[in-house]
């Protein structure tokens, strides 16, 4: 059976001085800087999906427009039971 070794000694925080953070150490012309680049990353994000979105719309569009023009497809779609009037 394998002996146990003995935990380290954890060393004790001290709480006097909290750790400077990031936002802290920039400047505030670097962080206005920061939000406006991502600000305007968002803003491009949501344009390239609303432009995926109408794009999707329109060929949902065509394909529905072609199938209307095929005269086999909306025979097969019908509700009526053809074969009643034979």
């Known amino acids: 059976m394998a002996k146990k070794r003995p935990a380290p000694a954890r060393k004790p925080e001290t709480a006097e001085a909290p750790a400077a953070t990031l936002k802290d150490l920039l400047n505030a012309e670097t962080l206005g800087k920061l939000k406006a680049q991502a600000d305007a990353l968002k803003a491009e ?42």
């Open 45 to 86: 994000e949501a344009s390239r999906k609303e432009e995926k979105r109408r794009q999707e719309e329109e060929a949902r569009e065509a394909e529905r427009k072609r199938r209307e023009n095929d005269f086999e497809y909306l025979l097969n779609e019908s509700g009526m039971d053809w074969k009643k009037y034979k």
